[in-house]
């Protein structure tokens, strides 16, 4: 468990806030009346659960966000944390969206700044608490860890990120198209156009679901594009020639958000590899960012390449494949999946002969 002390928003460090942990405020750094940062030594990776002793003075309620080392990849209001008025500081683990922690994710242990800014209203943080034990409890001014062996620090070991884990610096297989190719950009698109090539690409993904893909095509998203539309391609490819979705341009994965269905939805569907895209999907309808999934009523489902894609925020799993009875010949590859309702990366059958070559 790492312990914090508090500050207030918009004070400096001269004595004006008279908080309990006020001989540690130097170690804050005030960024305008709106944003404290911390630097933050977290001794192992994995996922760490905030824990905030607030109070708001009121008379309205107030409203954060948090990010680390700058980022904050949620989009839904899993990323605010609401602070009601009241006279006494309390606890808060729990985002504004019912049911999600708050959390932050270390790829590598060490030095890391964990930030939080004032959206609305008047804050002052008392108390910081970090854990990776899911199941922790308040207990006074602390946390009972009781049934956690770590005692709040997960035994992670310490491999390589080069070897094991998601890598940064990842260069994923080229895209080899023996079919036709296609781009969608989301903000020079038009999807009048033809779609094959950068000057003549498609603008949104409505117009990528339209029509069914064949064996070699492929399908690019221009890289620094938002798209807030499930994508839900047709088309099965072969054995001898895959469907592809991949990114092109320079730039962040395109990102791709799905509003009461998945980011992305693959469904019967043969021999597709989906690679160096965002997706997330609106975890208040319960979907999963990524579902790749067969229906018993269809022929066994097999063939599908995962790679090097980022999935979260999503009310279910982050990357889901399977079906009834499994999906075959699954690969997921550097992919990373975080701040979801449910598993981050699942594949699964319904029978004992189930998902396989996986």
């Not at 940062?37 to 001794?43: E, H, I, K, L, S």
């Not at 954060?64 to 009601?84: C, M, N, Y």
């Not at 679901?209 to 391609?233: C, M, Q, T, V, W």
């Amino acid at each position: 468990m790492i312990e914090l002390a508090g500050r207030a928003f918009g004070k400096d460090d001269t004595g004006a806030y008279s908080g309990p942990q006020q001989q540690s405020l130097a170690a804050w750094t005030s960024e305008g009346e709106n944003i404290l940062a911390r630097t933050v030594t977290f001794p192992t990776r994995g996922v760490w659960y905030v824990w905030l002793k607030m109070r708001c003075p009121g008379p309205w309620p107030a409203l954060l966000t948090w990010d680390l080392d700058g980022d904050q990849p949620l989009v839904s209001a899993r990323k605010d944390i609401l602070v009601q008025p009241g006279p006494q500081a309390a606890w808060a683990t729990w985002s504004r969206f019912p049911g999600f922690r708050i959390e932050v994710n270390i790829d590598r242990p060490g030095e890391h700044v964990l930030r939080f800014t004032r959206k609305q209203g008047n804050a002052d943080i008392e108390r910081i608490l970090l854990t990776q034990f899911f199941s922790a409890t308040l207990a006074g001014d602390s946390l009972d860890l009781t049934g956690d062996p770590g005692q709040g620090r997960a035994d992670v070991p310490p491999g390589d990120l080069t070897v094991d884990g998601f890598r940064a610096d990842f260069v994923p297989p080229p895209v080899r198209a023996s079919g036709t190719t296609y781009f969608v950009d989301a903000e020079g698109g038009d999807d009048g156009a033809v779609g094959t090539a950068p000057d003549r690409a498609w603008k949104t993904i409505a117009r990528v679901n339209r029509d069914p893909f064949h064996p070699g095509d492929a399908i690019y998203l221009k890289r620094g594009s938002r798209f807030h539309e499930g994508l839900a391609p047709r088309g099965v490819g072969t054995e001898q020639a895959w469907i592809t979705i991949g990114a092109y341009g320079e730039g962040d994965r395109p990102w791709v958000r799905g509003t009461g269905r998945p980011g992305l939805a693959l469904t019967d569907q043969n021999f597709w590899q989906v690679q160096d895209l965002a997706v997330c999907a609106d975890p208040e309808y319960g979907t999963s960012a990524i579902a790749v999934t067969a229906s018993k009523e269809a022929p066994r489902a097999r063939g599908v390449r995962i790679i090097n894609c980022l999935a979260f925020d999503a009310g279910r799993h982050g990357l889901e494949v399977g079906g009834h009875p499994g999906y075959d010949g699954v690969v997921i590859e550097n992919c990373r999946s975080f701040c979801n309702g449910g598993d981050g990366i699942v594949i699964w059958g319904s029978t004992a002969k189930g998902s396989t070559r996986n």
